[in-house]
Nanobody, 117 residues
Framework: QLQASGGGSVQAGGSLRLSCAAS????????MSWFRQAPGKDREFVAS????????NYADFVKGRFTITRDKANVMVYLEMNSLKPEDTAVYYC????????????WGQGTQVTVSS
């Protein structure tokens, strides 16, 4: 249903663009999000966008550096990550849920992002 890609290794200050290919259903009235999980830490919310209007929400630690967008025609969600820091190192997951739901229904398989200092 969700397939994440685009991770890799970059130096601090660099950029990466993550992609999430969605399939298998229509996403009207759904929320598409990115989460991340660093080694030894809990999974945390990074950013989200509503499918219909593209309304976005960001965790404070990525505001001004990351941008989430969606391509409705190609059913894709992107996370543009700039000014990367070593503390951004994590496995990044895309996820989706109905706007009425409290939990996420679908999760991608995760893509590793490693930022070296």
């Amino acid at each position: 249903q969700l397939q994440a890609s685009g991770g890799g290794s970059v130096q601090a200050g660099g950029s990466l663009r993550l992609s999430c290919a969605a399939s298998g259903r229509t996403f009207t009235n759904w929320i598409m999000s990115w989460f991340r999980q660093a080694p030894g830490k809990d999974r945390e919310f990074v950013a989200s966008t509503t499918w219909n209007l593209g309304t976005t929400n960001y965790a404070d630690f990525v505001k001004g550096r990351f941008t989430i967008t969606r391509d409705k025609a190609n059913v894709m969600v992107y996370l543009e990550m700039n000014s990367l820091k070593p503390e951004d190192t994590a496995v990044y997951y895309c996820a989706s849920k109905s706007s009425a739901a409290t939990t996420y229904s679908y999760w991608g398989q995760g893509t590793q992002v490693t930022v070296s200092s």
